[in-house]
């Protein structure tokens, strides 16, 4: 029951920025859409969460586009430390998070 | 604060062997998730605590596997009889009741081998 569709992998070059798409056609106007990161042998980590203005914090900005439907996760200036599966998830108010299996980033020197 | 504690961080065992793992929250929050994870896959959830009181539990969590969290603070998950399919990184995470500013705080995880 995937609420979320990312692309598999997606490569970017150092110091360029990446772009990670989500696509939640689905998503219901309660839910937030959030983004995990999670690097080799580690837990998951936060990066950022909106529910559809823009957002923006020292790790990353949140495009959400005006239906909803779709956003995408910008890291400005990747570096080989941001290579990691990137989770988008939607989810509504306090319930357990689920993850699908991601985007996996390769940053590229 | 060191974050959320996992204990052991590997653990080998032979099939039908019972194991328990252990996690240590951050101090100050009151939310406790369970999540198993295999190879390619996204973790998947099996359980979460609000304090001591257990709220949900998934359809993965078959009758072998128990979790418990008493007085709310630590808690512990374990597996009885384990099989090869048990195999898995187990990773727990904690959160605040609200965790809209800070998300979760994952563990580094407990990885399982079932010989």
């Known amino acids: 029951d995937a609420k979320t569709t990312q692309p598999t992998s997606m490569d970017c070059a150092e110091g360029r920025a990446a772009n990670l798409p989500c696509n939640h056609s689905?998503?219901?106007?309660?839910?937030?859409v959030y983004w995990y990161r999670q690097i080799h042998s580690q837990g998951p980590q936060y990066i950022i969460h909106?529910?559809?203005n823009n957002e923006t914090n020292e790790m990353a900005s949140l495009i959400i586009t005006e239906d909803r439907k779709s956003s995408t996760l910008i890291l400005p200036h990747a570096t080989l430390r941001d290579t990691a599966v990137y989770y988008c998830?939607?989810?509504?108010?306090?319930?357990?998070?689920?993850f699908g299996k991601g985007t996996r980033l390769s940053v590229i020197a | 604060d060191t974050g959320v504690s996992q204990n052991p961080r590997h653990k080998i065992t032979k099939r039908g062997q019972n194991v328990t793992f252990r996690c240590d929250p951050i101090?100050?929050?009151?939310?406790l998730y369970w999540y198993r994870q295999t190879l390619g896959q996204g973790p998947e959830f099996l359980t979460y605590?609000?304090?001591?009181?257990?709220?949900?539990k998934s359809r993965l969590l078959s009758d072998r596997f128990s979790a418990e969290r008493p007085k709310g603070s630590f808690s512990t998950l374990e597996i009885q009889r384990t099989e090869q399919g048990d195999s898995a990184m187990y990773l727990c995470?904690?959160?605040?009741?609200?965790?809209?500013?800070?998300?979760?705080?994952f563990g580094s995880g407990t990885r399982l081998t079932v010989v």
């Open positions: 995470a904690s959160s605040p009741f609200r965790d809209s500013d800070y998300g979760y705080t």
């Open positions: 689905t998503i219901s106007g309660n839910e937030y």
């Open positions: 909106g529910l559809k």
């Open positions: 998830i939607v989810r509504a108010g306090n319930t357990p998070l689920v």
């Open positions: 101090s100050e929050h009151n939310r």
């Open positions: 605590f609000q304090n001591e009181a257990q709220l949900e």
